[in-house]
């Protein structure tokens, strides 16, 4: 309880904890596209449920990481080297997110482009995906996240509770923007495809930080929100050039 006292009353451990909401809150954005564009191919009824239960089992497991902390740390060892190039487990569990969500971005990405008479067979013209195969898909990306989101906390702060407090924070939020979210890219068909695009250079960028190659996130999170204005902006002109065209 002292402990906790003392970190109460430390300016500094108040700054971390600030610091460290926004980059979980940040870093969130990644796990919530993929569960909102994944959920959405569910039947209407059960996608609440199913976004429920996805960001609820990332908090399960990020604070199940947190409580592993020692363990996590060894991540970032290295346990083999290929061509003088150390990877450690952490760059495997990387590299194995970054390939699955660029494989499952493409695939997404493929059947938007099929012709019509291809995508009657799936609800809304997208794949169908039974509620067990969506969980676990969403429990996969969860683990990558997880993995990534809690070495980063570890990186920033040496203090349990600011973790633990920072990473329930991201999750509600989470939990209370993934709804917003996936109506939002549901009744904007457009903005699937734009998402799609988020996913395959978020997958791409996993993979290329799995082989040592340092990628800023400042630079990704304001190449996808330049794209989201502007992806806005055509919205926007389109809504008016409905209401002028249906004025006339």
Do not use: C
Not at 49 to 59: P, V, W
Not at 221 to 233: H, I, P, R
Request: aromatic fraction near 8%.
């Amino acid at each position: 309880m002292e402990y906790l006292i003392e970190l109460a009353a430390s300016p500094a451990a108040w700054a971390a904890l600030v610091t460290l909401i926004a980059m979980e809150v940040v870093l969130g954005i990644d796990n919530l596209l993929f569960i909102s564009i994944l959920t959405n191919k569910l039947p209407e009824d059960i996608r609440p449920r199913a976004r429920r239960i996805g960001i609820g089992l990332a908090l399960i497991m990020r604070l199940g990481l947190l409580s592993t902390v020692a363990f996590i740390v060894t991540l970032v060892q290295p346990v083999f080297s290929v061509f003088d190039h150390a990877f450690s487990w952490r760059d495997i569990i990387l590299i194995a997110g970054g390939l699955f969500l660029v494989w499952k971005a493409t695939k997404e990405i493929h059947h938007a482009m099929a012709p019509h008479d291809e995508q009657e067979a799936s609800l809304g013209g997208t794949l169908q995906v039974s509620f067990s195969a969506a969980i676990v898909q969403i429990l996969i990306l969860d683990l990558v996240f997880s993995v990534d989101s809690i070495i980063t906390a570890v990186g920033m702060t040496e203090h349990i509770p600011i973790m633990v407090i920072a990473v329930i924070f991201a999750v509600m939020t989470m939990l209370f923007a993934a709804g917003p979210l996936a109506n939002f890219i549901n009744r904007n068909p457009s903005i699937v495809m734009l998402a799609l695009g988020f996913l395959l250079l978020i997958g791409t960028t996993l993979i290329a930080e799995g082989f040592g190659a340092h990628v800023s996130k400042g630079y990704i999170y304001t190449a996808m929100a330049f794209s989201a204005a502007v992806e806005g902006l055509n919205m926007l002109q389109r809504r008016r050039h409905a209401r002028s065209s249906g004025a006339h």
